[in-house]
């Protein structure tokens, strides 16, 4: 009986607070039944366990102690899988964009490609005749700069010296300019 | 929040609820951290009894003092529940907290150079095994033996004789091996087996 005692006894506060199996806590009846040393300590277990459950504890303001406590990290928690929906649907508005544009590419190419082949473009070719470019420029140049005359290639570069956009002189600054024209020095 | 709770010798994995209270306590930190608040509320409704009753058995406090220990304890708690594993009871684990703060408001009130007079009103407030006086009068004696271990030997008794944890579970609360809190627990026992009068073997 002395050799099981402190497995016995180790029971003994499981007992009193209900934490025994059935099998257990028949056991450790038995045991104390036949057993005064180990009924005694029982006994003072219980004693034990009902002077401090039946002790009043201080009360305590559990509003003030909920009101101190920290935010939820809910709000992290959340944050997250918005980020990725938001990433995602981003991903996907680009991909059906791309796909659209390549469709719509595709569609117009053959489009035109068969507008293309049933019609051939109408092109106007305009042949413009010598005498034409000399009215159009003012300037009369033969087929070869070689055959024109020596008073016909000072004419052609007097009128490419009219022709000349470059100013001769830089402009003046546009103060200066308004004062001038206000006739002011 | 996937532990697994030691299952003691000679105790049923699954005793009367103890389980099940684990279980709705893991419900209800995932619910808060889902940012249920009134999830909160009912933790702190499920625990706040015990811590104060732990922390008033442990002597030396008013009941403010309690209060102000147990807020902190659930503050302290909450601040790192994210980081919780579940592989101790939501309650042992608060006792944990609660029993480092203990002790580190202890190690203050030892440094304070000089100590305020206690004036007789929070003399007559400061909470002793012997207030909640009780009717049977072995309970009262046995609540009067229990002041007279130290410190130690008084949390380890009381945690197991009141809440009735495991030797490992009080092992983890107050920094020790599963075999000292045995020891601990057991000169206890005989300590106030012999305030009582009571035979030991």
């Known amino acids: 009986m002395r050799e099981c005692q402190e497995e016995i006894k180790d029971l003994f506060p499981d007992h009193v607070t209900g934490r025994l199996s059935p099998s257990d806590a028949a056991r450790v009846t038995a045991h104390v039944e036949a057993c005064p040393t180990c009924a005694a300590e029982l006994a003072v277990v219980r004693a034990a366990h009902a002077a401090f459950t039946s002790f009043t504890a201080p009360a305590v303001d559990i509003a003030r102690i909920v009101a101190a406590l920290p935010t939820p990290p809910s709000k992290v928690i959340e944050l997250k899988p918005l980020i990725q929906r938001r ?3 981003f991903t996907s508005w680009r991909i059906a964009a791309t796909i659209a544009t390549i469709a719509v590419s595709g569609v117009s190419i053959g489009v035109l490609q068969g507008v293309l082949r049933d019609k051939p473009p109408a092109v106007k070719r305009v042949v413009l ?8 420029s003012g300037l009369t140049v033969g087929g070869n700069l070689n055959d024109l005359s020596e008073k016909e290639m000072q004419t052609l570069l007097d009128k490419l010296d009219e022709l000349d956009a ?3 002189a830089e402009p003046q600054p546009a103060v200066s300019g308004i004062r001038a024209a206000a006739g002011v020095q | 929040m996937t532990g697994v709770r030691p299952v003691r010798k000679g105790v049923s994995p699954e005793p009367d609820g103890a389980a099940s209270d684990e279980a709705i306590d ?3 930190i995932a619910r808060w951290l889902a940012g249920d608040q009134r999830a909160a509320t009912t933790l702190v409704e499920r625990h706040a009894t015990a811590l104060s009753r732990f922390a008033a058995a442990m002597g030396g406090m008013t009941g403010s003092d309690v209060d102000e220990l147990v ?4 503050v302290r708690a909450f601040n790192s529940l994210e980081s919780f594993r579940g592989e101790s009871s939501l309650r042992t684990w608060l006792f944990t907290i609660e029993r480092r703060l203990m002790l580190d408001r ?11 007079p206690v004036a007789e009103g929070d003399a007559a407030s400061e909470y002793t095994a012997l207030d909640g006086i009780v009717a049977d009068e072995m309970q009262e004696r046995v609540r009067v033996a229990v002041d007279q271990l130290t410190a130690l030997q008084r949390e380890v008794f009381t945690l197991r004789v009141t809440e009735g944890l495991s030797y490992k579970e009080i092992a983890d609360i107050v920094g020790s091996t599963e075999g000292a809190a045995r020891v601990h627990y057991h000169h206890a026992m005989r300590a106030v087996k012999e305030y009582l009068g009571v035979p030991h073997a």
Do not use: G, W, Y
Request: glycine residues 0%; aromatic residues 4%.
């Open chain 1, 87 to 89: 990433s995602r649907r």
């Open chain 2, 71 to 74: 807020q902190d304890t659930f």
């Open chain 1, 129 to 136: 005749k010598p005498a034409d470019a000399a009215e159009a």
């Open chain 2, 106 to 116: 202890r190690r203050a009130e030892r440094r304070r150079p000089e100590k305020m």
């Open chain 2, 26 to 28: 893991r419900e209800l």
């Open chain 1, 166 to 168: 470059v100013p001769s």
